[in-house]
């Protein structure tokens, strides 16, 4: 074992092994280990191989081991981000990518007509920033990117993107399966990219993963099926493409919308003529889309890891907010509630006033359970405090909030005659 790590230097982490090409397959690990010891063993080659895999994994895993934060690993070198340099490859690596990191290489031109055709110019300018980000083995930007149109505009086609520059090291899948399967979190073990390519417009039940996923750093706890759970890296970074916004059950909070950039696809033109074989010609151009991205890398690094967003970005965003927190609008309207000291309104009643205005601006209300658990979770950052002695008719106490009242006559049930309530009618 030792004179094999000598002659193929090696580490292992969580049972898996990573040279300087990056992770090591078990079957590359097997047809290493064999070239090795076939003139010295003439039979069990393959228990002997068993047998030092097993050594090996003893000795050398360790939890001592962390990306390199400030070089990038291509097929021919280290790349130093700070010195902007190709290195001969020596590091061992949790990932190298499979492309050439050529200085003097030509402009992706074929890709850059096409994102051309894709996006508004600033938009360019945030995707070209979220592809160096993805080089990273970290998440300081704390960001997921989605582009969002209505079918036929090529989205799919910076998927194509992604796997020219990233190879092995971008998993693709389902954010929808991502966020509700907990084995699947593994899968993303020190790899670059999480791509979804068509993303599904079921709603999340939980979003918990997929938050920590975005702005994890360092290490977190990962199980894999029939495996003893184990500390392990995840740095990749999520992008999705699809016809909707990315929505949540139950999760209405500002953290959830606060961690997604969203583009919008350029209509389609008439005059735009589909080409079957723009895939080919994205990846022939991968070593160009390469300096493209590490060009976005650098500005980003400059602007402190504060990604570049449109007016037009920061729309989408707002719309979906205002969408999907439709108990954040509610309070944030006016002619509903009114925050004030003296105020006081059962939950019942300010559920009714809740369940009003989505009917008026023809939006899908949340449940009483959801709505009572906004409201307890701000309590503070409302002004509002929860009680047990709201007085109703003939006395009858119910619960309800001091500090908000209702200004429109929804629940006949509440007394109004106090002096701590409004009644207003149309």
Not at 24 to 39: C, N, V
Not at 331 to 337: A, D, E, F, R, T
Request: hydrophobic share 35%; aromatic share 10%; charged share 25%.
């Amino acid at each position: 074992m030792e004179w094999f790590t000598s002659e193929h230097p090696l580490i292992c982490m969580g049972g898996c092994f990573y040279d300087v090409d990056g992770r090591i397959e078990t079957s590359r690990l097997r047809r290493l280990i064999a070239e090795s010891i076939r003139p010295y063993i003439n039979r069990d080659c393959s228990q002997q191989i068993s047998k030092i895999i097993a050594t090996m994994t003893d000795f050398l895993d360790s939890d001592e081991y962390e990306p390199e934060e400030g070089w990038l690993f291509f097929a021919n070198g280290d790349y130093c981000i700070s010195e902007k340099m190709l290195y001969p490859k020596s590091k061992i690596c949790f990932n190298r990518l499979p492309v050439n990191y050529i200085e003097s290489a030509s402009e992706a031109e074929v890709t850059m007509k096409f994102l051309s055709e894709l996006l508004a110019s600033d938009d360019i300018r945030t995707l070209q920033e979220f592809f160096g980000y993805m080089f990273l083995p970290s998440n300081p930007g704390q960001k997921m990117l989605m582009i969002l149109g209505e079918g036929g505009e090529g989205k799919s086609q910076v998927g194509e993107m992604v796997k020219a520059l990233f190879g092995t090291n971008c998993i693709t899948g389902s954010i929808a399966d991502l966020s509700s399967n907990r084995f699947m979190a593994a899968m993303l073990e020190c790899k670059n990219v999480f791509l979804d390519d068509d993303m599904k417009l079921t709603a999340l039940k939980d979003t918990d993963l997929l938050k920590k996923l975005i702005t994890n750093s360092g290490r977190m706890m990962l199980e894999k099926k029939n495996q003893q759970p184990h500390q392990g890296y995840i740095y990749a970074k999520l992008i999705a493409f699809g016809n909707g916004s990315l929505k949540s059950l139950y999760d209405k909070s500002k953290g959830f919308y606060r961690r997604q950039i969203v583009l919008s696809a350029l209509p389609v033109s008439p005059e735009r003529k589909t080409d079957p074989q723009l895939g080919r010609k994205i990846a022939k151009e991968a070593e160009g889309i390469l300096i493209w991205a590490l060009e976005g890398l650098h500005r980003l690094i400059d602007n402190n890891y504060a990604f570049t967003v449109s007016d037009s970005a920061k729309r989408n965003l707002e719309k979906i907010m205002e969408e999907e927190d439709t108990i954040g609008a509610f309070l944030n309207s006016k002619g509903y509630i009114e925050l004030r000291s003296d105020g006081q309104s059962s939950t019942k009643a300010l559920y009714n006033a809740y369940m009003q205005f989505c009917s008026n601006n023809n939006i899908k209300a949340v449940s009483s359970t959801t709505f009572n658990g906004y409201l307890s979770e701000n309590e503070a950052k409302l002004g509002i405090r929860y009680t047990k002695h709201i007085k109703g008719l003939m006395g009858l106490e119910s619960r309800g909030y001091q500090g908000i009242t209702v200004r429109l006559d929804y629940d006949q049930d509440m007394e109004w005659g106090n002096g701590t309530q409004d009644k207003y009618y149309k």
